[in-house]
């Protein structure tokens, strides 16, 4: 009897092992959930689930994906979001060296300066995936002599200078004001130096001085070209009711603040007559901060599935497939998750043949400044306090209060996470 039950025993403990090397007890790993705010990705995940049987991807929607790591009591496979180098949030994600270094994602063919910006304790643990850049758009009749490529600070103020026109003492046409949109006040801050970046304790910091040069030349430009805020106000009161890429075709302005992504998602026959330039200083153009990103989390559980999507998606095949998909199904997606993408060969051989009116305006790589790491709660610290405090004191004579009074009043009342 005692016998029987031994081999009844080593029986079964055979039997477990083969369900678990036949794959039987891995089916739970064959699904990975994605955290995310980006709803392309909803796409991408559904196109990677239909192109292969072996693993399956669920997205979830979380609003600051990366935020929601500190307090999350289920660690989600993959989260795509923006951010998520920030000293607190980045030391949640696995390593991708092996990855890299087994050649199965070609490190190569990322932009080397933002590839080198995602490393936690010497070792790649995110991988960028898109970005966008700052622009200013313009009917290509009425700046037919601007540079090809680029537009500095110099040239816009001399530009719009020449554009406008008044009547009766009131500006009936004009050509740029940096009011317009409180973010060309923020480009301007990071084309001046202002620096904006996390400190080893996770802090909000800036050139204070560099900080005070912006809001003195937005000042200059306010009263010199454009001759004071009233008249800047009474123009707007008057004309700046239709969108501005309208504004811009009929003449009424000269320039409006574009970016990449958005001048992309203006219908093509509306545009017809618009061109663009990026925005730079010395030749380099300032990325924008919400720059996207995909990592693993070190507590997640399907990490088979969770490589095998990235793996997939950082394909150069798979991308040039995405753009065609998107074009075909007229998705509102642009380029790559709504911008260039992190794969250098992708913009310049597969964006001009999808956005035949990107050709001319791809830029090379030296031409990129990439920013500095921000503190997790970046994107409300940008909305709710510098924007604000940027469009407050632009029409100020002179600088009120510090930055950092502002920062310190809305840390006091502090929204919570979500």
């Not at 026109?165 to 301007?188: A, H, Q, T, Y």
């Not at 204070?208 to 809001?215: I, N, R």
């Amino acid at each position: 009897m005692k016998s029987f039950f031994s081999v009844k025993f080593l029986w079964l403990i055979l039997l477990l092992k083969a369900l678990l090397f036949s794959g039987c007890f891995l089916l739970p790993q064959k699904t990975a959930t994605l955290w995310t705010n980006r709803p392309e990705f909803a796409y991408y995940v559904e196109l990677f689930n239909a192109q292969q049987e072996n693993y399956k991807i669920e997205v979830v929607y979380k609003s600051y994906p990366g935020l929601a790591l500190e307090t999350a009591t289920k660690v989600p496979d993959l989260v795509a979001g923006e951010n998520l180098r920030s000293i607190s949030i980045i030391r949640y994600f696995d390593s991708l060296e092996k990855i890299l270094e087994e050649g199965e994602i070609d490190a190569s063919l990322f932009y080397s300066e933002l590839l080198a910006t995602t490393y936690f304790e010497e070792k790649c643990v995110l991988l960028p995936v898109s970005f966008n850049l700052p622009a200013l758009m313009f009917r290509e009749e009425n700046h037919g002599d601007l540079d090809p490529f680029v537009l500095s600070l110099e040239s816009i103020i001399e530009k719009s200078r020449s554009f406008n026109k008044k009547s009766s003492n009131r500006f009936r046409v004009m050509g740029f004001s940096p009011r317009w949109d409180p973010e060309i006040l923020f480009i301007k801050s990071l084309l001046l130096g202002a620096d904006f970046h996390e400190t080893p304790q996770g802090d909000l910091a800036w050139n204070e001085e560099k900080l005070k040069e912006t809001l003195d030349f937005i000042r200059l430009w306010i009263h010199d070209v454009n001759e004071g805020p009233e008249q800047e106000l009474d123009f707007a009161d008057k004309y700046m009711f239709d969108p501005n890429y309208k504004l811009v075709s009929l003449g009424r302005i000269g320039f409006s603040y574009t970016t990449l992504r958005d001048f992309f998602q203006i219908p093509s026959e509306k545009r017809r007559d618009i061109d663009f330039r990026w925005i730079a200083k010395n030749n380099k153009i300032p990325v924008l901060e919400d720059i996207l990103f995909l990592g693993i989390p070190k507590q997640g559980y399907n990490k088979r599935a969770a490589k095998a999507f990235i793996k997939w998606f950082f394909n150069p095949e798979t991308q040039s497939l995405l753009l065609e998909k998107t074009r075909e199904r007229r998705l509102r997606i642009f380029g790559i998750a709504d911008g260039f993408s992190s794969l250098q060969i992708i913009n310049e051989m597969d964006f001009p043949r999808v956005y035949p009116a990107i050709i001319g305006h791809i830029p090379p790589a030296d031409y990129l400044k990439f920013p500095s790491i921000l503190p997790p709660e970046w994107k409300q610290l940008k909305e709710e306090v510098i924007k604000p405090y940027l469009l407050r004191e632009a029409y100020r004579t002179e600088t009120s209060e510090p930055l950092s009074r502002s920062l310190r009043v809305w840390l006091l009342q502090k929204p919570g996470k979500s």
